[in-house]
């Protein structure tokens, strides 16, 4: 846990957006900032003989403004249009993803990811100007099915923690030149998202996903800690786990045509005060949401600034997401060790994973066409090979456009009936 540095950069080239009720700046700062640290940022300004109604604030993250900001903002910060300000004293914790933080401090304040400018798996850990800007849209037209559609919201009860708030600084330069490659377009700006505390029902306590494959220093599995707490055999244990993951990823799918990436990091799993799996909460939207290709009258309300950054797929190809994000990146590694250590023999894992999304179908028989149209039981699935990427196709070379995962041959899926 550390505190983070804090800049002010001017509206020339930053911009700032933001969902309803924190539609300007100032309501943002008022939420997230004591009233003495926004003194002290605009005295910062003052003092230079800036004015701070011209400036936007925002974290930086301390490896990003040493190894990146300084080097390639050099202008902007010698003229002042990027002015260092004093920390604003929160003590931030990094989560998984390394550069998104939880502010431990204020636990009802904002997480706020940040651009890093480091080669992590497919692509540099950037954010793009345009869709840095559109993420509080997405937040409010993804919330506003959420909030429309009894089952995700009462049934489901599924948390989703909104980017509500957003600043996207342009490089004055490199902005401009479309040959230039696309890391260096998204070197500086916050995205502030919704934490999860107050989220909470009392007892409920929540894990990301990818806990549930650590295994201790003796090599005892996390989740079978979990099962012995929760007093429930392994196979309902594992039953209620699929049935609080499962049910609203698959009714984004079938009924909006809609996918996020249910990875380790950005799903969270929701447990009660037995530590019995019941719900779900899913975070990164305007990176990681998807939408399909073929036109559903359900799009029809996405309004148009987000229609324009959401990525689209193929019919065939959004199961990917949940396919290599839930099933291949998650379940693959934990049916064999709930085999191992809970008795539960991996067919038997894949067999309750597949009855929850036969579950699903069955309670919306309307939805049939779409179950077909998203098959999520086709006898093979597509391979998606990150590591092609590296050794094939990009290796470490620049270039103008953000990479997508190399696709080669398939591999059977082991929710198809054998």
């Given at each position: 846990?550390?505190?983070?540095?804090?800049?002010?950069?001017?509206?020339?080239?930053?911009?700032?957006?933001?969902?309803?009720?924190?539609?300007?700046p100032?309501?943002?700062?008022?939420?997230?900032?004591?009233?003495?640290?926004?003194?002290?940022?605009?005295?910062?300004?003052?003092?230079?003989?800036?004015?701070?109604?011209?400036?936007?604030y925002?974290?930086?993250?301390?490896?990003?403004w040493?190894?990146?900001?300084?080097?390639l903002?050099?202008?902007?910060?010698?003229?002042?249009?990027?002015?260092?300000?004093?920390?604003?004293?929160?003590?931030?914790?990094?989560?998984?993803?390394?550069?998104?933080?939880?502010?431990?401090?204020?636990?009802?304040?904002?997480?706020?990811?940040?651009?890093?400018?480091?080669?992590?798996?497919?692509?540099?850990?950037?954010?793009?100007?345009?869709?840095?800007?559109?993420?509080?849209?997405?937040?409010?037209?993804?919330?506003?099915?959420r909030?429309?559609?009894?089952?995700?919201?009462d049934?489901?009860?599924?948390?989703?923690?909104?980017?509500?708030?957003?600043?996207?600084?342009?490089?004055?330069?490199?902005?401009?030149?479309?040959e230039?490659?696309?890391?260096?377009k998204?070197?500086?700006?916050?995205?502030?998202?919704?934490?999860?505390?107050?989220?909470?029902?009392?007892?409920?306590?929540?894990?990301?996903?990818?806990?549930?494959?650590?295994?201790?220093?003796?090599?005892?599995?996390?989740?079978?800690?979990l099962?012995?707490?929760?007093?429930?055999?392994?196979?309902?244990?594992?039953?209620?786990?699929?049935?609080?993951?499962?049910?609203?990823?698959?009714?984004?799918?079938?009924?909006?045509?809609?996918?996020?990436?249910?990875?380790?990091?950005?799903?969270?799993?929701?447990?009660?005060?037995?530590?019995?799996p019941?719900?779900?909460?899913?975070?990164?939207?305007?990176?990681?949401?998807?939408?399909?290709?073929?036109?559903?009258?359900?799009?029809?309300?996405?309004?148009?600034?987000?229609?324009?950054?959401?990525?689209?797929?193929?019919?065939?190809?959004?199961?990917?997401?949940?396919?290599?994000?839930?099933?291949?990146?998650?379940?693959?590694?934990?049916?064999?060790?709930?085999?191992?250590?809970?008795?539960?023999?991996?067919?038997?894992?894949?067999?309750?994973?597949?009855?929850?999304?036969?579950?699903?179908?069955?309670?919306?028989?309307?939805?049939?066409?779409?179950?077909?149209?998203?098959?999520?039981?086709?006898?093979?699935?597509?391979?998606?090979?990150?590591?092609?990427?590296?050794?094939?196709?990009?290796?470490?070379?620049?270039?103008?456009?953000?990479?997508?995962?190399?696709?080669?041959?398939?591999?059977?899926?082991?929710?198809?009936?054998?």
């Amino acid at each position: 846990p550390a505190t983070l540095p804090w800049i002010a950069v001017s509206t020339e080239i930053a911009g700032y957006r933001g969902v309803r009720l924190l539609a300007t700046p100032e309501h943002l700062y008022a939420r997230e900032l004591d009233a003495s640290t926004r003194e002290s940022f605009a005295a910062a300004l003052r003092a230079r003989g800036l004015d701070p109604a011209r400036y936007l604030y925002l974290p930086v993250h301390p490896w990003q403004w040493d190894e990146v900001v300084l080097p390639l903002f050099g202008p902007a910060v010698a003229r002042g249009a990027i002015v260092p300000l004093p920390t604003d004293g929160d003590v931030r914790l990094p989560q998984q993803s390394i550069r998104t933080f939880l502010n431990t401090s204020r636990p009802d304040r904002h997480t706020v990811k940040l651009p890093l400018a480091v080669l992590n798996t497919l692509v540099w850990r950037g954010l793009p100007t345009e869709r840095t800007l559109a993420a509080p849209a997405v937040t409010a037209w993804v919330h506003g099915l959420r909030d429309s559609d009894p089952f995700l919201r009462d049934e489901c009860g599924v948390i989703l923690l909104g980017e509500v708030a957003s600043v996207a600084v342009e490089h004055p330069l490199y902005d401009g030149l479309p040959e230039v490659p696309y890391q260096y377009k998204e070197l500086l700006g916050a995205i502030w998202r919704e934490p999860l505390t107050g989220r909470l029902a009392p007892g409920e306590r929540a894990r990301t996903l990818a806990s549930l494959l650590h295994t201790d220093p003796e090599g005892r599995a996390f989740t079978a800690e979990l099962v012995d707490r929760s007093g429930l055999s392994p196979a309902v244990w594992l039953q209620r786990l699929f049935a609080a993951m499962l049910p609203p990823l698959l009714h984004f799918l079938y009924r909006y045509g809609t996918v996020f990436s249910p990875h380790g990091e950005n799903a969270i799993v929701v447990f009660d005060d037995h530590d019995i799996p019941v719900r779900l909460a899913i975070k990164d939207f305007v990176d990681d949401v998807n939408v399909s290709a073929q036109p559903l009258p359900e799009h029809d309300s996405m309004p148009d600034d987000v229609r324009e950054v959401l990525l689209t797929e193929p019919p065939a190809f959004l199961t990917q997401f949940i396919h290599s994000g839930l099933f291949v990146g998650v379940f693959r590694y934990l049916a064999p060790l709930c085999e191992e250590q809970l008795g539960v023999p991996e067919n038997d894992f894949w067999s309750l994973v597949r009855a929850e999304i036969l579950r699903h179908q069955a309670r919306f028989p309307e939805l049939k066409e779409r179950y077909e149209t998203f098959d999520l039981l086709t006898p093979r699935i597509e391979r998606l090979c990150l590591n092609r990427n590296r050794l094939h196709l990009d290796g470490y070379r620049d270039r103008p456009n953000r990479p997508h995962a190399a696709v080669h041959g398939t591999v059977p899926n082991p929710l198809h009936p054998s």
